[in-house]
């Protein structure tokens, strides 16, 4: 390092020490966490001045031969179109962004990079070289990136998988060559990794999940840029021939000029990735080895709390913990790798967005744990399987007074196979076992202390295999998942969840004329079974509603100790082209469940949608490209009853100058609705119209930002209004903020509030309580990432939310199929004003019953801060601080914009953690 870089790198090392200094009135933990980032940092700072000479170097020294200049005397081209050759070799590449090695002077490049945009078919404004060179161990690619105007190119630095704005050089290796799957590697011009996996035929079809252990250099210059990667043919899959023959494809990213730049063009109105890739040849000789993979962990974390009930014996203010474990790989041959993971540990992994619930249905979350998402493409198919069923909170309340109830089942061990044979033969399986959890339970009255359990142990697993064949790459899919829970005889377990849950999916997909069009079809199963009131639960459950008083078609059946249901579907779409259309048939039978595994809001249902759109991608006098289209929904029960219908007319374009802007507007017809009642007799909807508009700037602005807003209105007075923006700002090239907040105002004439006794034989003997809800939320999520290499960085997350809903003008459903309510205060009822609680008491004739306060107003804030250090290739250092905070205000008053600040000061918990992992590669023949 150079004495005014190393100068330089010591000055920002002191002025992050300076800003790491304790604050005044910060909170112990948070005085133990800033104290232990400061220590961090130092470490980390002379870690990065010593390996200084391996990061990447923005800028280089006139006087010295331009870094990464093409080989001299001269360099080679390969000149036929759609090949690249790679070539062998025994001297050494010291992966520094310059292309100065022996190897690349004998190598062979390949250029003649195409637009796509903006300018489709034209040449590239500026020239890109790439070469490939291999020996026994890895792939290396050498690739010069010339610029008319260097000045303009930005080194930005994040983390792994953080493509930003800077300028981007990616390839494509469909390794296998199927022409229909493949592994893509790619770099920015700040040297920044991004690397994905296409499951399918299409370039947009990205599993980001796909992390191998690989390296790049780069270096900036006065010609432009350049590149040097390292690709260990250990983290690849291909076949065992001696000549590797594999489809490539070479594309630059310049955001600057919303330029996008192809070896092998695939137009604006084609489908298609792999298979309009080109060949890489000469690659020979090469042997997939046993591939061995270990990575043990060891962490620790420090739980606070800002306020503790002294009442509940469980409730410490303070609480730690250590654990260990690791995740082992296996190359199964060249094709397949086994996973598996003991004791996993996911505190690193980002806190869910906050949501206010109002409806009878589940609310379903990202999967955000690397095991469970990475490799597991295959496995999500049509909702079968949702893995964060593994390891969810426990399902069983203890009761009592107070309880230590568990945050989550712990996973006791996991493992995952995957792989793709020589005969276009895809598979993947995963099996998962968590324990059995037990809660402590303390009772008040009797001061007695006691065991519960709150969760049983749990079996599951999953298995897919998938076909292609066909010269367009068709499929044929098949999945089985099971679940096998230890439930014990007589307890509340067996009472509340089913022993054993079964599914099975089957699918196929036919394309022809390159993928241009397909059909596909697909049926499923599912069984259950468990103890009769298990089943009740079942049937009785939001999913399905067969307690309905005016269903004919089904009925609940108390014996019950099984369900058995199917799911099936066909699909034909037109994919490439200016005109494009979709058309969908499904089925979902009443007795069908997947929630054990899968994902299912609800059952019962008969659907039908299309879809025409009409794109032009060709740049016009005003628009840079555009689209129009039109869709169609329709739905019924199995009564043969609508439940609902509509159409939607939408538009996107993109300006000359690339800003983007959107709209569309929806009519939902009236309806009839078979869950309105929960559980009640069906309830006629009325119908609603809306619109929904936004814009965004162009996809490569160094400041991005976008803007959106929609409002709807229904005939039953309801209506709501939502604005969404985003905008990152990135100063500098180590710096993005990036701050996304969002407000919205609903009005629900409808919402469900409770079902009692006494009701008329017109509803069954029941009265169906509904009230007209105002709801208020604000949220504003917040991300400040600082990027001192690409491999140390530091994230921050922070979302503070505020919600209220005032419940007023309550009613009840006067008769089965009514649209409007029997209003309490009108027909011959009345309605107190709500008391000092909140309560208002209702007079129907001779009843007379009371109405509890439904109102809320909620705050919560949820930060995540994250220091991640790739100390080497594969091993990494977590530091986490996580704050979850919530409170509930005055109930009855509406949400204010300054309430989100409310949210920070409310009580709740904070987490210090850490934790590291060691990456320990093996091989043998």
Request: glycine content about 10%; hydrophobic content about 35%.
């Amino acid at each position: 390092m150079c004495a005014a870089r190393q100068q330089k790198h010591s000055a920002n090392c002191a002025r992050t020490h300076r800003a790491t200094r304790p604050l005044p009135y910060m909170s112990p933990l948070s005085r133990r966490a800033a104290t232990l980032v400061a220590a961090l940092t130092a470490l980390v700072c002379q870690s990065a001045a010593a390996q200084s000479t391996q990061a990447i170097s923005p800028t280089t020294s006139s006087a010295a031969r331009p870094a990464g200049a093409l080989p001299r005397p001269s360099v080679a081209f390969i000149a036929e179109p759609g090949r690249a050759e790679a070539s062998r070799t025994s001297m050494p590449i010291e992966l520094d962004g310059k292309l100065d090695e022996a190897a690349w002077t004998t190598a062979r490049y390949v250029t003649g990079l195409t637009q796509r945009e903006p300018s489709e078919g034209s040449p590239a404004s500026d020239s890109t070289r790439v070469t490939f060179v291999y020996d026994n161990q890895a792939l290396y690619i050498g690739a010069r990136m010339h610029s008319s105007n260097p000045q303009h190119i930005r080194p930005l630095v994040a983390r792994r998988d953080k493509e930003g704005s800077a300028e981007q050089l990616v390839l494509s290796f469909d390794t296998f060559g199927d022409r229909r799957t493949a592994y893509t590697f790619s770099v920015t011009s700040g040297g920044v990794r991004v690397d994905y996996y296409h499951g399918s035929d299409f370039e947009n079809s990205r599993d980001y999940t796909f992390d191998p252990v690989w390296e790049v250099r780069t270096t900036v210059d006065a010609q432009g840029w350049t590149a040097e990667m390292r690709i260990p043919f250990s983290q690849l899959r291909f076949s065992a021939a001696d000549e590797q023959i594999w489809g490539v494809n070479i594309v630059r990213l310049v955001p600057e000029k919303n330029e996008s730049d192809y070896w092998m063009l695939v137009k604006r109105n084609e489908t298609g990735w792999s298979s309009r890739m080109g060949q890489l040849t000469g690659i020979r000789g090469v042997k997939a080895r046993q591939r061995l993979e270990v990575l043990p962990y060891v962490a620790s974390d420090t739980r606070a709390k800002s306020t503790v009930n002294t009442a509940n014996p469980y409730d410490y203010r303070q609480r730690s913990e250590m654990r260990a474990g690791a995740d082992v790989k296996i190359g199964l041959g060249p094709n397949a790798t086994l996973e598996a993971t003991i004791n996993p540990d996911f505190g690193q992994v980002e806190a869910d967005p906050a949501v206010v619930n109002l409806s009878a249905f589940e609310v379903f979350f990202q999967e955000r744990r690397p095991f469970f998402t990475e490799g597991t493409q295959l496995l999500n198919a049509r909702g079968n399987f949702y893995s964060r069923r593994i390891g969810a909170p426990p399902p069983l309340n203890p009761g009592g007074s107070y309880a230590d109830v568990p945050h989550n089942t712990t996973i006791l061990g996991a493992a995952k196979v995957s792989g793709r044979l020589p005969s276009k033969l895809s598979f993947a399986g995963l099996t998962a076992l968590s324990a059995q959890e037990n809660a402590r339970v303390f009772d008040v009255t009797q001061q007695t202390e006691t065991t519960a359990e709150v969760a049983p142990r749990t079996l599951y697993g999953i298995g897919v295999v998938q076909q292609e064949f066909g010269k367009d790459g068709s499929t044929a899919y098949a999945m089985f998942t099971g679940v096998e829970r230890n439930l014990q005889d007589g307890s509340l377990a067996e009472r509340v969840l089913s022993q054993r849950a079964y599914s099975g999916l089957a699918d196929t997909r036919l394309r022809w004329a390159g993928g241009k069009y397909d059909v596909s079809a697909f049926v499923g199963f599912s069984h259950i079974a468990g103890d009769s009131l298990a089943m009740l639960a079942q049937q009785r459950s939001s999913r399905r509603f067969f307690q309905r008083p005016d269903a004919g078609y089904v009925r609940v059946d108390s014996g019950l100790t099984s369900m058995n249901g199917y799911f099936a579907g066909i699909n034909h779409s037109k994919m490439s082209g200016s005109w494009l259309w979709d058309i969908d048939f499904s089925a979902e039978s009443p007795g069908y469940e997947i929630n054990d595994a899968g994902r299912l809001g609800g059952t019962d249902d008969l659907g039908q949608s299309s879809n025409l759109r009409y794109r032009q991608t060709q740049r016009g006098a005003y628009f840079h490209n555009w689209d129009v289209g039109v869709s169609q929904y329709a739905g019924w029960n199995f009564g043969g009853v609508n439940t609902y219908s509509g159409f939607e007319l939408y538009s996107n374009q993109t300006l000359k100058n690339f800003i983007r802007t959107w709209v569309e507007a929806g009519i939902q017809l009236p309806a009839i609705s078979d869950d309105l009642t929960r559980g009640g007799p069906m309830m006629r909807t009325y119908g609603g119209q809306s619109i929904n508009a936004g814009i965004s700037s162009r996809g490569g602005a160094r400041t991005s930002w976008s803007l959106s807003a929609g409002t709807s209105a229904s005939g039953d007075g309801g209506n709501s209004l939502g604005v969404d923006g985003a905008v990152t700002l990135r100063p500098g090239t180590r710096l993005e903020l990036s701050i996304t907040p969002s407000v919205s105002h609903n009005e629900n004439a409808r919402q469900y509030v409770s079902t009692r006794s006494g009701g008329t034989a017109a509803t069954f003997g029941s009265r169906y309580i509904f009230a007209h809800v105002d709801q208020m939320q604000y949220s504003m999520r917040l991300r400040l990432n600082f990027a001192l290499t690409p491999n140390l960085t530091f994230e921050t997350y922070a979302e503070p939310f505020a919600a209220s809903g005032r419940y007023h003008e309550y009613g009840e459903l006067g008769a089965r199929m009514d649209k409007d309510l029997r209003t309490y205060g009108t027909q011959g009822t009345t309605i107190s004003a709500p008391d000092s609680t909140g309560a208002r008491v209702v007079t129907d004739g001779a009843a007379r019953f009371t109405l509890g306060n439904n109102d809320f107003n909620l705050r919560s804030f949820r930060s995540n801060a994250v220091m991640r250090w790739e100390w080497r290739p594969g091993c990494t250092l977590f530091v986490v601080w996580q704050q979850d905070r919530s409170a509930q205000r005055t109930r009855g008053l509406t949400v204010k914009p300054g309430a989100l600040w409310d949210a920070l000061s409310a009580d709740g918990t904070q987490v210090l953690a850490l934790k590291a992992s060691y990456w320990l590669p093996l091989s043998f023949r």
